[in-house]
């Protein structure tokens, strides 16, 4: 039980530092409620599970490749350029109608999932720590531990999706429209900033 505990912190921690994850979840939370919010950390949650069965099947040697690398970084500077332009576009829009569900859920979803998908740091963490992790619990513990350690990670994942979209809501509920349109353009900016940063990534990578 306490390397579950152990874990769950892992997660918390990985998931706790600023990121396009977190800066979509405060957007939409702040537009649209807890429930798009919460969508958005879910999608991206469903993204890490996909990698973690890839890696725990001995599959994910491909992505480390230079060609997935500069493809995922090319196609991470596109979602998040797209994504951090559309919230700027949208911002008005969405702060004047912020009491009906202008956002389908799905979308929410999508974007969340698409975003961890395509995030190269991402994959970093899952092929560098829960690699690691896995050899580790394997030649000690054998497979069942690596799944204790496992649902530990994606507990504190999780929770932290939780505390983010419950924070974001907040700002629904109580902010005022310049507390919104605020939200609205930072999240905007940090989505258009990493997506440049995903985009120097790739020239770099081709450049190489």
Same mark, same amino acid.
């Given at each position: 039980?306490?390397? #579950? #505990?152990? +874990?769950?912190?892992?997660?918390?921690?990985?998931?706790?530092?600023?990121?396009?994850?977190?800066?979509?979840?405060?957007?939409?939370?702040?537009?649209?409620?807890? $429930?798009?919010?919460?969508?958005?950390?879910?999608?991206?949650?469903?993204?890490?599970?996909?990698?973690?069965?890839?890696?725990?099947?001995?599959?994910?040697?491909?992505?480390?490749?230079?060609?997935? !690398?500069?493809?995922?970084?090319?196609? *991470?500077? #596109?979602?998040?350029? +797209? $994504?951090?332009?559309?919230?700027?576009?949208?911002? !008005?829009?969405?702060?004047?109608?912020?009491?009906?569900? $202008?956002?389908? !859920?799905?979308?929410? #979803?999508?974007?969340?999932?698409?975003?961890?998908?395509?995030?190269?740091?991402?994959?970093?963490?899952?092929?560098?720590? =829960?690699?690691?992790?896995?050899?580790?619990?394997?030649?000690?513990?054998?497979?069942?531990?690596?799944?204790?350690?496992?649902? *530990?990670?994606?507990?504190?994942?999780?929770?932290?999706?939780?505390?983010?979209?419950?924070?974001?809501? $907040? %700002?629904? !509920? %109580?902010?005022?429209?310049?507390?919104?349109?605020?939200?609205?353009?930072?999240?905007?900016?940090?989505?258009?900033?990493? *997506?440049?940063?995903? *985009? =120097?990534?790739?020239?770099?990578?081709?450049?190489?």
């Amino acid at each position: 039980m306490n390397a #579950f #505990f152990a +874990y769950m912190f892992l997660g918390l921690s990985l998931s706790a530092p600023i990121g396009p994850i977190n800066a979509a979840q405060l957007d939409k939370g702040a537009r649209f409620g807890f $429930t798009h919010a919460w969508l958005v950390g879910f999608g991206a949650m469903c993204a890490d599970l996909l990698y973690m069965l890839l890696i725990y099947f001995g599959l994910a040697h491909f992505l480390d490749t230079p060609f997935m !690398k500069t493809f995922l970084w090319l196609f *991470g500077c #596109f979602v998040l350029l +797209y $994504t951090g332009i559309e919230t700027l576009k949208n911002m !008005k829009k969405a702060v004047a109608t912020r009491g009906i569900e $202008t956002a389908t !859920k799905s979308s929410s #979803f999508r974007s969340g999932f698409l975003m961890a998908l395509t995030n190269p740091l991402n994959i970093l963490f899952w092929l560098g720590i =829960y690699g690691s992790i896995l050899a580790e619990s394997v030649q000690q513990h054998g497979f069942a531990q690596v799944l204790w350690h496992s649902f *530990g990670i994606f507990a504190g994942i999780l929770l932290w999706d939780v505390v983010m979209a419950t924070l974001a809501s $907040t %700002f629904h !509920k %109580f902010g005022n429209q310049t507390t919104l349109q605020v939200i609205s353009v930072l999240a905007g900016i940090s989505l258009i900033v990493f *997506g440049l940063y995903f *985009g =120097y990534q790739a020239f770099l990578q081709l450049t190489h």
